[in-house]
């Protein structure tokens, strides 16, 4: 699994956040568990008030956002965000939350079938990130899901690009 | 497919580090997953979050310690790394619904509310299917009439129990009723950890049958979870442990009797074998009040 390395300026997202153990109801890879809730959230949002978030990069990217807190190492809770990449800020509803990603360089792994539902962080931190000459830069890590992601029921078919916060 | 020994594993290390300082990611390094894979695993297979799972068995370790030793609550409360007396009571009352220092008072506790580890039978018991989700439901009193005992550690006479009954309603001459089987064991309060009284029974008119060796006895009318039990009648206790350690803590449900009941239906075949069902009801009630008033 090689990376590409890239350069990101600050994102800016806007979406629905969770923070916990998200497979407190169910471990499955279903829509039970609390990220798949997280995500109908969103979509159903996203279906019925498109009009109301402004400045949107692009309507076919999502982001799932993975962030470390100071407690997540001793209870397994972790925070989880969801959402879309926005330009910039204005009339933001007050529904949704605002994620803002520093300006870094992220390690893009390409993901494909299985690989998407097996335990790619111990791939990346354990072993790609261990002779890459590369450091963890921040707590989180990013899910890019667009049009090459065809969901859970066709992982087979998926394609899923995830982006690690990297510095030398 | 999530690896079942990995996660018992997983389980053998929390149980030897019940005592220790250990985090959510020390399990997941102990089994060579992510912390988030790990997370994920583990709660497939055995239906609790790592955290929620350490924290239930220090806290029921620790209620055991309350009543078998004479050390200071202090103590205990720091042997199963709580910070502070006012951390370990109120974590304690949550899932005790009552003080660490009345619990000692009491000298007793409903062994039902002590959550045993986790065995890999239970593992393997809980991933047999979906089986294992209640329908909750009102039922009417009814009267039964059946042969009782106590049971101690020793479960194997609740099969010799049920033989006595088919010979004692053999020996009153008649068909046993028209009414169903039932199993219904009860569990006073102040009685030893897996000690309960059990009645083999069959559903009666009153005043029911007689016969030297049978009573009788009125179920009262109850909201009951029911599960479904499959397995044989020796696997009974892992049932009993999902649904008083993994189901009811977060179904918004309380115990409300000392009363479980198994439904039988109207014929009894084949109880010792792997593919036999029976319901299983545990009387609830919606949560909500204070029960340590």
Known sequence: MEPAIVERRQMTLLGFSFFGDP??????????????????????????????????????????????????????????????????????????????????????????????????????????????????????????????????????????DVCVPVRR | MPDVALIAEAV???????????????????????????????????????????????????????????????????????????????????????????????????????????????????????????????????CVTGVMTWVRQDRAVVSELWDLLARELERGGRAPASGDYYGIATYPEDWGERDFLYMAAVETQEPGLTGPALVSKRVPALRYARFVHKGPTRDLPLTLDYVYHTWLPRSGERLVSSLVVECYGRELKDLDSEEAEREICVPVEPEGGDEDS
Not at chain 1, 83 to 91: P, Q, Y
Not at chain 2, 57 to 74: N, Y
Not at chain 2, 82 to 108: D, H
């Open chain 2, 12 to 142: 053998d290390f929390i149980e030897a580090n019940l005592k220790a300082d250990i985090a959510v990611a020390d399990m997941a390094d102990a089994v060579s997953y992510s912390l988030y894979y790990f997370c994920r695993m583990f709660n497939q297979v055995t239906r609790h979050t790592p955290y929620d799972y350490l924290m239930r068995r220090r806290l029921s370790e620790s209620a055991r310690a309350l009543l078998q030793t004479d050390r200071k609550i202090i103590d205990i409360a720091l042997d199963y790394q709580f910070n502070s007396p006012e951390t370990f009571s109120r974590a304690f009352k949550r899932m005790f619904g009552t003080q660490p220092s009345r619990l000692r008072k009491q000298e007793s506790v409903d062994g039902r509310r002590l959550m045993p580890r986790l065995t890999r039978a239970h593992i393997v018991h809980i991933n047999k299917g979906p089986y294992l989700r209640p329908v909750l439901e009102e039922r009417d009193a009814f």
């Open chain 1, 23 to 160: 497979f407190a109801s169910s471990g499955g890879w279903t829509e039970e568990n609390e990220i798949g809730r997280l995500w109908k959230r969103f979509m159903a949002y996203f279906v019925n008030h498109r009009h109301r978030i402004k400045h949107v990069v692009a309507d076919d990217v999502m982001y799932e956002v993975c962030v470390e807190h100071e407690e997540t190492a001793r209870t397994g809770e972790f925070e989880v965000f969801v959402g879309l990449e926005v330009e910039r800020l204005e009339d933001v509803p007050v529904e949704l939350s605002v994620k803002i990603l520093p300006p870094t360089t992220y390690a893009v792994f390409t993901l494909r079938g299985q690989q998407i539902v097996s335990d790619w962080h111990k791939l990346i931190y354990d072993e790609w990130m261990s002779g890459s000459g590369y450091r963890k830069a921040y707590a989180y890590d990013v899910q890019r899901y667009d049009e090459r992601f065809k969901g859970v029921q066709r992982i087979e078919e998926s394609i899923l």
